[in-house]
C-alpha cells in the first residue's frame, strides 16, 4: 500500500517539520547559557584569535621586528623585562589610585552640594563642564610648570580627568529620587541630612558606581598623560623612552601590563560596587 503525503496528519508534518526549529532553539539556549555561566570565554576566544592572527601575519610578511614584533617576541620582552615593568606599573598604580581616591571625594562632594544647594550647584556646575573643555594635554605641562615634574603631577592630572563622571552621575543618582518620598521623610521631622542619608545617598549608590568605575578608566588615562610631559619613572615615561629607541617589543609588552592593569583595577571597581549595592540597607 503506497502512503500519499496528503494521508499523513497534519499533527504528524508539523512535528516533523519543527524538530530542526527545536533543535536551532536548544543550541542557542545551549549556548547562551554557556556565555552567561562563563562570561569571560567569548573575549579569551577572540583574544587567542587575534593574537594567533597577529603571529602569523607577521612571520609570513617579515614584517621588520621595529615597526611590529610578533606576540612571540613581546612575549618574550615581557619576561626578559619583568621587574622594569612591575617597577614602572607601581609607580602608575600609585598615581591613578590617588587621583581615583580624590576625585571621588571631591566628585561626591560636588554633587551633594549641588542637589542640597541649588543657587551654589547652578554657579558651579558649569565651571564643572569648562574644566572638561580644555584638553588635559594642554593643562599637563601648565602643571609642571607650577608644581614640577614627579608623581604629584600625574596624580593631579589623573584626578582633573576623573572626577567629572563622578559628579555627574552621582549628581543624577541624588536627583533620581521621587519628591513624594523626600516630602513624606520630611513630614516624619527628618532633618536635610537625615533626607541625605537614608534616602538619597543609598538610591544614588548604583549611579554613584557607574561613576566610579567611569572615573577609574579616566584615572589611567590621566597619569600616563602626566607620565609623557613630567615623570621619569612609570608606565608612559616608559612608553617615552621605548619609542625613542625603537624598542618595538618593549612598548608593546608595556602595553600589555597597561591593559592588564586597567582591567584589574576596573573589575575591582566593579566588585566593589558590588559588594557595596548587595549590603545596602
Known sequence: MVVNQNTVPMSVRASASQQPLDRARSRRAGFGALMRRAPWLAPTVTLVAIVAIWEIGV????????????????????????????????????????????????????????????????????????????????????????IGTGMTTSALIAFVMAFFPVVVNATLGMKSVQDSSVDLMRSMGSSQWQVFRYLRFPSALPHIMTGLQLAIAFAIVGAIVGEFVGSDSGLGYLLIVTQG?????????????????????????????????????
Open 59 to 146: 612571520r609570513l610578511s617579515e614584517v621588520p621586528a621595529f615597526l611590529l614584533p610578533a606576540p612571540s617576541a613581546v612575549g618574550a620582552s615581557l619576561v626578559d623585562n619583568w621587574a622594569l615593568l612591575m617597577g614602572h606599573a607601581g609607580v602608575t598604580i600609585v598615581e591613578t589610585l590617588i587621583g581615583f581616591a580624590l576625585s571621588a571625594v571631591v566628585g561626591i562632594a560636588l554633587a551633594v552640594v549641588i542637589v542640597m544647594w541649588p543657587l551654589v550647584g547652578a554657579a558651579i556646575f558649569p565651571i564643572v563642564v569648562a574644566s572638561q573643555v580644555i584638553p588635559k594635554v594642554a593643562i599637563a605641562p601648565l602643571m609642571v610648570v607650577w
Open 245 to 281: 629607541n625603537l624598542r618595538t617589543d618593549l612598548l608593546f609588552a608595556d602595553l600589555v601590563v597597561l591593559t592588564a592593569m586597567g582591567l584589574l583595577l576596573y573589575y575591582a571597581v566593579e566588585l566593589i560596587g558590588k559588594f557595596l549595592l548587595r549590603n545596602r540597607s
